[in-house]
């Protein structure tokens, strides 16, 4: 079996016929790496970009990428062809962070052929595997060049930030950090629902009568004494989040609920808080 370390250079554009923005890819940079963890190839290509022709002056900062280079490319569907066979059979491959291979699929479906399936069939995040072996309780997604020097490597070893060099970076954190038995609990399988899942968006939900959202998290109720409450403001979608205004007789207290639910891919979450409004004209006099 082979390992595969791929990184991805794209370009923000806007795509017509989607009306949206993607991130279209304009290159592919891979090691292969065997089970001794040594390079046997590498793999470089640009691809001609179809939503713009026009590289964002970040990007070629980035990436040192011009225009100009992209014009004797090749198309994403030969280049990804190309790849694929590159990549051969038996592999495992694996990004610095899910961003790239959520940017493969989506490019897939945008620049593919329809009903083009994606021909991985292991994936592993490298940026989660690697935070294993990195103290970073704060740190919750490491930037490669930072996971980089953690490991004792040095990031200015591989300059360039193409989307090759970028791969050998990640490659050389892999290998610093390998332990086969630990790998094994980062790697998925490729099925539909692994697709389906990075697909995903997870969003707000701004509609109370969602079939995703229990109504029981609007219950009206004081928090402190769980006794009936007035509701003095209903509630009201903003900032992500429903809220209303109550008030508890029992308590003497005015306070503002504040319900944000976010749906993720398998699952609702869901944020209940109150708040104390502090009233203005209190009695302060004997
Ligand atoms: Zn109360």
Known sequence: MNYIIMD????????????????EIIEVGAIKLNEELEITDTFSQLI??????????????????????????????TVMDDFADWCGSD????????TD?????????????????????RY????????????MENVQQAGLSYAAECLNINPDDFPHHRALDDSRLSGECFRKNFV???????????????????????????????????????????????????KKKNWKYMNHSFRAVFYCEHCDRLFRVNVRIKK?????????????????????EE
């Open 8 to 23: 991805l250079e794209w370009n923000n554009a806007y795509l017509k016929s989607a009306h949206c923005f993607v991130n």
């Open 48 to 77: 001609c970009p179809v939503a713009s022709k026009k590289i964002r002056s970040r990007i070629k900062e980035l990436t040192h990428i011009e225009n100009e280079d992209l014009e004797d490319a090749s198309a994403f569907k």
């Open 91 to 98: 592999f495992l491959l694996l990004t610095w962070g899910d």
């Open 101 to 121: 291979i959520r940017t493969l699929i989506s490019n897939y479906k945008f620049f593919g052929r329809k009903q083009d399936v994606c021909f991985i069939e």
């Open 124 to 135: 592993a995040d490298l940026q989660k595997y690697c935070q294993g072996f990195i103290n």
């Open 180 to 230: 086969a038995e630990k790998l094994e609990k980062y790697i998925s399988n490729c099925d539909e629902e692994f697709f389906e899942k990075l697909a995903f968006r997870p969003y707000y939900i701004s509609n109370r009568n969602d079939p995703n959202v229990d109504s029981k998290v609007f219950n009206e109720f004081c928090d402190i004494c769980g006794g009936a409450v007035q």
């Open 264 to 284: 993720l891919y398998n699952r609702v979450d869901v944020k209940r808080n109150t708040a104390e409004i502090v009233k203005l004209n209190v009695d302060t």
